[in-house]
């Protein structure tokens, strides 16, 4: 009898690991059960008696036993993200490298940082030891090229990224050479990456769910901000095989003088930087469930379309020695996100998170950011369906 009994229980576990296919969430967002998957089984004789699974009892081979296989679910998911990320650079010289190679930076914040389901953030620069094709710069005033070794990166894998945009205007400043090491070196610890023309989205699961994601930017080489149409191909592809769509950008003028989303399209310095405000509504509307954006280096206030997170700019992160971190620049918040399953928005929580020269995230008990994003998002998306407490809590408003 026992062995009969392990049998049948090694017959199931090699139909379920070989023949069940287990469909995704429907990527019209409803909250519907996934489909069961029939799998034939053969019973076992028992005393001329055939046992199903259930241990019903049949008298022929003939009849079919039907085992419903479903994923499992979350409820809850939590998706981080964080502004601009430049651990240090060699260029132009290794005196912009940070003391014991830098992994002091992300100490404090790792312990939040490691605490989501999938967390996010923006990479400015390309990981590269030496070596590249320097991009040539008009006005060299205006123009830092970021060179990060590549040990860098493991102090990413270590702090908990998960994901990480490629799409901004650092990811060329070393040419081909560059962006093939940047990507190289990121898949060799497996984080995931998106945003270059090489390399224009991806999808990954986590605890049995599936994310997608895409980024763009204004630049060269990159997903471009611009075409719209083209975007939105990509995030309604992405919708079509992902349980939670996520989008990156990078867009938007640069400085404290532009903290406000103006709903018209930007330019800095001759430079069209985007309509940021359409460019997201037009995502959410072909399918993306949560955006973050970066490009202003300071934060800018958050939105909730369609029940789907936008946050317009999430500042500097940890930016080490050659970015202005005075005033607003400072502000380095972890925004971390929580939504059904669907990717639907439930609520968010603001950690204020400061930078002090020469750099790298800490604790802000003043809470600074929290404050001055309270004050964008009255200011500039009065209709907003949410609002953010003191405390940092980002919930619908009660009617």
């Known amino acids: 009898m026992q062995i009969k009994y392990c049998l049948f229980v090694c017959l199931i576990s090699a139909i379920l690991a070989t023949g069940c296919k287990v469909n995704r969430v429907s990527s019209s967002r409803s909250n519907q059960s996934i489909d069961s998957t029939s799998a034939l089984v053969p019973t076992l004789k028992q005393d001329s008696i055939f046992v199903t699974s259930k241990g019903d009892t049949l008298t022929s081979l003939d009849k079919e036993v039907a085992i419903g296989i479903k994923r499992l679910i979350k409820d809850t998911l939590s998706i981080i993200g964080v502004g601009d990320i430049m ?3 060699n260029f132009p010289k290794p005196d912009y490298l940070p003391p014991d190679s830098g992994r002091f930076l992300l100490s404090e914040a790792q312990p939040f940082l490691r605490d989501a389901d999938v967390t996010f953030g923006n990479l400015e620069g390309v990981i590269l ?4 094709t320097p991009k040539h710069c008009k006005n060299p005033d205006l123009c830092y090229l970021f060179r990060s070794p590549k040990y860098m990166v493991g102090h990413l894998k270590e702090a908990g990224f998960d994901v990480v945009s490629t799409a901004n205007n650092h990811a060329g400043d070393f040419g081909d050479i560059g962006r093939m090491s940047t990507m190289k070196v990121l898949d060799s610890v497996y984080i995931r990456h998106a945003g270059l023309q090489t390399k224009p989205y991806d999808t990954f699961m986590i605890d049995g769910m599936k994310y997608g994601f895409v980024a763009f930017a204004p630049n060269s ?5 611009h075409d719209h149409e083209a975007a939105k191909k990509i995030v309604t592809h992405l919708d079509s095989i992902s349980d939670v769509v996520i989008v990156s950008f990078h867009g938007g003028a640069e400085g404290k003088k532009y903290e406000h989303v103006t709903r ?3 330019t800095f310095y001759g430079e069209n930087r985007g309509n940021v405000y359409q460019f997201s509504h037009d995502m959410i509307d072909a399918g993306a469930d949560v955006i973050f954006g970066h490009g202003p280096h300071v934060v800018r206030a958050i939105e909730v ?5 936008i946050c317009y700019s999430l500042g500097n992160f940890c930016t080490y020695a050659r970015f202005n971190l005075k005033g607003p620049n400072s502000l380095a918040p972890i925004v971390k ?3 059904k399953a669907d990717g639907q928005f439930l609520y968010a929580k603001i950690f204020p998170f400061l930078q002090i020269s020469p750099g ?3 604790i802000d008990e003043s809470k600074s950011v929290i404050q001055k994003l309270r004050e964008l998002m009255t200011l500039d998306f009065p209709e907003n369906r949410v609002s953010l407490d003191e405390q940092g809590y980002i919930r619908y408003v009660t009617q």
Do not use: K
């Not at 080489?221 to 901000?225: A, D, K």
């Open 360 to 362: 790298g995230p800490q």
């Open 129 to 132: 030891d030496d070596g590249g």
């Open 264 to 266: 018209e399209t930007e």
């Open 221 to 225: 080489g990159t997903m471009s901000i």
């Open 87 to 89: 651990l240090g650079t």
């Open 337 to 339: 996100v929580f939504t």
């Open 305 to 309: 379309y369609n029940d789907r997170f």
